[in-house]
């Protein structure tokens, strides 16, 4: 019969033995989905950021607030990855506030025509604290699906924005499932240079 200090010891052992099995599925995950999908590199040097996005999409032009858009085809079904830097004055409030902000002026109040909130969440977005936000907006030609994450560096409120569009609501919705796993992974090579700035 073990005593309890050999009892823990085992239980010790096996939870290390657990992590390790996880950390190697978790790195052979990520590097099969490297070579199944090849990815090109977006580095922003004047803001201070670079993000991954599946080769082959488009750069498109950028102005205003907008600092990085990548596209595949143009029409009714195209996806995009999308970075903002939020010009609002709520930007310079603290994530808590935001979130806040976001569940009554945008949830609540319904200040965007045909606009319908999914979900507000906080969370995070490749280990920087982030309010997540998923909604789907009904255009004249196309329905959209739009998840936006408001992730914060001290002076700056990045919005990293994935959209998947298409003819009616469900294609939106289906095409957006499609794609939702790439999308997460190409949320996790978003980094932020020197983040406390």
Known sequence: MLKPMQEAECS????????????????????????????????????????????GWQQEKIGGNYVCKVTTDRGANRKAIIITLDPSDAA???????????????????????????????GYVNGYPAVRMKWIQLFPTHTAVEEQRFIRRKTDLFVLITRAAGETRDKALETYSNYEPLFNEIEKTFIIENPEK
């Open 12 to 55: 010790m052992g096996g939870y290390v033995k657990r992590c390790v099995v996880v950390i190697v599925i978790v790195f052979y995950a990520c590097v099969a989905f490297a070579q199944e999908v090849n990815m090109e590199f977006f580095n922003d040097s004047k803001h201070g950021f670079s993000i991954a996005y599946p080769q």
């Open 92 to 122: 310079g409030q603290p994530l808590d506030l935001y979130y806040d902000y976001l569940v009554k002026e945008i949830r609540m109040a319904g200040i965007i025509p045909g606009m319908k909130v999914l979900s507000i969440d906080k």
